[in-house]
């Protein structure tokens, strides 16, 4: 790869590092959580805020250079790295403030939940996040936020409050309800296509404690428990929230993962029906600290070849439970599997108007998750997906997860995952803050 030219100048004019090809950190900071994506940037500019992320801008314009931005590095589809472009990377800008009094948190743009979590549990405060530690809190947000407590205080994004932006043409603006409504719109749901998001606010909720953890059923009960799942769900209790993946054992025998959350203080009726469930070989449900809850999923960070497919779903009847068990056998081998997040409770709370999301009328989001480690399994574990998610189509509301998407999805798919109507005005809002379309290593909003 041709060195670019002026990367000292880079340098001397960032308060952050540049890392370059010939750097011993290199291919650490250019790996992502996909192992299956390989791009060689041809810098690497760790920003440590507003300044150095317009200076990053400024310097991939004047070069004609791709422009990708880091947060935690988790998208499936890779777009935080670029073959040779700029990395706009935000890794080293980590940190959470908390006002413990006004219930806010400010995370600064690269901080993932590993930071977020603990500084708020400090002050027995919590929001809605993912589930796994290492990922971008503002990645995450910016795209929806599914996790541990979506049916008590809906998507990550429902609670953002606050931004601070630095547009591609270097201008930083904030948006609030006050102040740039509309971008605060687009900001939950429609990810980082308008700017750099160098710190973004949450609204906070006092909570410690929660019954949570993991229930495992295996084997034939595997078809019941998944209905039983579906069943919990579609009681659409408040202060439970509750994922199920669906998997198969070293021994190729179908196996269910349940991941209950629950919040209030009565004795739950809903949790004793999962238990109950048949094919129960495994009960790890307890009650725990909120930090304990955030770390019943773990993922191997830059090690799996993933490849995801998914659909919003209207329901879950039997027939496409059936349709879920025979496509896991079909995969036939361990890693990976199916994920189904339930989206009942307070995401149905608000509407078309609080933000650019367009799945809350979807009961379920299912997606497809290959994960493998062998390179010449690439195309079957591809294929395996991709057939997964097209058995799903009948049940589908026509878009998927932005937060789960390759690379490959068509723009239809994106536009589908907003709906017609939010995305012309997602459009209009891109031509706006982005004309050119830098921010496009994303799920892509064309400009108007
Ligand atoms: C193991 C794993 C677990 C996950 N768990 C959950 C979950 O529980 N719930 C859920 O909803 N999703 C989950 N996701 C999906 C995740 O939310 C998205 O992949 C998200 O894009 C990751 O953000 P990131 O910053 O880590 O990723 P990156 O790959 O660094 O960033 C992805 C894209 O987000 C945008 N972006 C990131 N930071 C910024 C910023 N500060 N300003 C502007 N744009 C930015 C950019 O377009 C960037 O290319 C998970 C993904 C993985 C791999």
């Known amino acids: 790869m041709t060195a670019v030219e002026g990367v000292d100048e880079l340098r001397r004019s960032l308060a952050g590092p540049v890392v370059e090809p010939a750097a011993a950190e290199y291919d650490a900071a250019r790996r992502g959580f996909n192992a299956l994506i390989d791009r060689r940037p041809a810098v690497i500019a760790r920003c440590l805020g507003p300044e150095d992320v317009a200076t990053a801008f400024e310097f991939a314009r004047a070069r004609g250079l791709e422009v990708a931005v880091r947060g935690g590095g988790h998208n499936p589809a890779g777009h935080c790295v670029v073959e040779g472009g700029l990395v706009i990377d935000l890794s080293l800008l980590r940190s959470v403030e908390v006002d413990g009094d006004a219930r806010i948190a400010r995370a600064a743009g690269g901080s993932t939940w590993l930071d977020f979590d603990p500084a708020t549990q400090a002050f027995g405060l919590v929001t809605p996040g993912g589930v796994v530690g290492s990922t971008g809190v503002c990645g995450l947000a910016l795209g929806g936020g599914i996790g541990h407590l979506t049916a008590q205080y809906g998507l990550t994004c429902d609670n953002l409050v606050g931004a601070e932006l630095v547009t591609p043409d270097g201008e930083v603006i904030h948006a609030s309800e006050d102040e740039n409504a509309e971008l605060l719109w687009g900001l939950r749901g429609a990810g980082g296509n308008f700017g750099v998001a160098t710190r973004l606010e949450f609204r906070l909720y006092p ?9 495992a059923y295996a084997g034939a009960g595997v078809r019941d428990a998944l209905r039983r799942f579906r069943d919990v769900a579609a009681g659409a209790p408040r202060d439970l929230s509750c994922q199920a993946s669906l998997s198969v054992d070293e021994s190729l025998a179908p196996t269910l993962v349940v991941l209950p959350c629950h919040t209030g203080t009565e004795p739950d009726s809903e949790l004793r029906a999962l238990r109950a469930a048949p094919g129960l070989v495994e009960d790890g449900v307890g009650t725990h600290t909120f930090l304990e ?13 993933h490849y995801w497919k998914g659909h919003f779903v209207r329901e879950l009847p039997d027939e496409l439970i059936d349709e879920l068990v025979a496509r896991i056998m079909a995969l036939g ?5 199916i994920l189904i997040e339930s989206l009942h409770g307070a995401p149905k709370d608000a509407d078309s108007s609080a933000g650019a999301v367009g799945f809350r009328e979807a009961a379920f989001n299912i997606s497809a998750q290959a994960v493998w480690l062998d390179p010449t399994l690439d195309e079957q574990s591809i294929e395996w997906a991709r057939e997964t998610a097209a058995a799903l189509e009948p049940w589908s509301l026509g878009g998927g997860y932005v937060n789960y998407m390759q690379a490959d999805e068509p723009i239809e798919r994106v536009r589908a995952a907003f ?3 939010a995305f012309d005005r997602l459009r209009a809002l891109k031509r706006r803050y982005d004309p050119e379309n830098v921010l496009r290593r994303n799920q892509n909003i064309p400009p108007a």
């Open 419 to 421: 709906g017609a109507e």
């Open 333 to 337: 081998r361990p890693p990976g599997g």
């Open 207 to 215: 909570l410690e404690h929660v019954t949570g953890g993991a229930l």
């Open 293 to 305: 809850q955030q770390r019943v999923v773990d993922s191997a960070y830059g090690e799996n070849r």
